[in-house]
Nanobody, 114 residues
Framework: VQLQASGGGLVQTGGSLRLSCAAS????????MGWYRQAPGKQRELVAS???????TYADSVKGRFTIARDGAKIAVYLQMNNLEPEDTAVYFC?????????WGQGTQVTVSS
């Protein structure tokens, strides 16, 4: 199973981006899918996640600005990021969990200029 993330880029403060992540190599859905990010010199942190039952979790820093969604087959996940701030600059990784297996995408860079 491979996760392919896309949608990163450079935007100005207040701008928007939409990240996408799709799984290949398996048609089975995942229990949980989500997005993490890692800024230079910082630990990787959870940004948002969504369960198979559509329960969503957000980091406090992104609540009200980011929205996570997934497709009906539960093999793709999206992150709509609005009102971006320079503090959101990081490499964003998609993540998927199926039973005890954890999968990571390759990361996509998001840079927010002030």
């Amino acid at each position: 199973v491979q996760l392919q993330a896309s949608g990163g880029g450079l935007v100005q403060t207040g701008g928007s981006l939409r990240l996408s992540c799709a799984a290949s190599g398996s048609s089975l859905g995942f229990n949980v899918m989500g997005w993490y990010r890692q800024a230079p010199g910082k630990q990787r942190e959870l940004v948002a996640s969504i369960s198979s039952g559509s329960s969503m979790t957000y980091a406090d820093s992104v609540k009200g600005r980011f929205t996570i969604a997934r497709d009906g087959a539960k093999i793709a996940v999206y992150l709509q990021m609005n009102n971006l701030e320079p503090e959101d600059t990081a490499v964003y990784f998609c993540n998927a969990v199926r039973l005890t297996r954890v999968y990571w995408g390759q990361g996509t860079q998001v840079t927010v200029s002030s």
